[in-house]
């Protein structure tokens, strides 16, 4: 299990001073909507040449103009970039041969999904990644962060979690064994990111074989 550190509802400054304090703990760090709205490519670009270790995902949540719009994340360095589950088929596909294309992958965010047969229909497209995401006004209603995983139950892809997701709640969202784990003001907002980094990280390794 891959630990992914989101950056959202952050300045410049403070996107870079999070990801030096906690980066020998994560494996991921994604560059959330809200930031990419403000800074564009050019954060995403900086990112890359400051931790070029690291996986970079940048939080796109395309909807339409998929290749144009996937090309933009892949060339200026992401390694993984998102699409929504709400977006035209043809949508989602025109991304997936993007990144095939880049050689980069394709995540599709379920957010607000919540029926079995369009993450069959999802499924089918092979993305590389199912996103299964509580959003954050969700969060506010007491939707728990491993609910999605009762509807994508025997699908083989590979699939992300991410939903308010804290020290506390980490175990019972791990025993699912989802291939990412995705936190943000858990670590974003922590008087010590770096040591709660370290302890998610020691969770994820603890329960990764069950």
């Not at 994560?26 to 996986?55: C, N, Q, W």
Request: overall charge negative.
């Amino acid at each position: 299990m891959k630990l992914q550190l989101a950056l959202d509802r952050l300045d410049w400054d403070e996107c870079f001073r999070i990801v030096y304090e906690v980066d020998e703990y994560i494996d991921i760090v994604e560059i959330g909507t809200g930031v990419i709205k403000e800074y564009g490519m050019s954060i995403v670009r900086e990112l890359r040449k400051a931790f070029p270790h690291h996986i970079l995902l940048a939080d796109m949540k395309i909807c339409d103009a998929g290749r144009h719009e996937a090309t933009q994340a892949f060339a200026s360095g992401a390694d993984i970039a998102t699409v929504m589950a709400f977006a035209p088929p043809a949508t989602i596909q025109e991304t997936i041969v993007t990144a095939r294309e880049h050689g980069a992958e394709m995540m599709v965010d379920l957010l607000g999904v919540s029926e079995r047969n369009k993450v069959e229909e999802i499924n089918e497209l092979q993305p590389d990644y199912l996103g299964l995401h509580v959003g954050k006004d969700e969060q506010k209603t007491g939707k728990k962060a491993d609910s999605p995983f009762a509807f994508v139950e025997g699908m083989t892809l590979k699939k992300a979690i991410a939903g308010g997701i804290t020290l506390e709640t980490l175990p019972d969202v791990s025993r699912h064994q989802p291939d990412i784990v995705i936190v943000g003001s858990a670590l974003t907002k922590a008087t010590n990111p770096k040591q709660v980094a370290k302890e998610m990280k020691a969770i994820l390794k603890e329960n990764k074989n069950g």
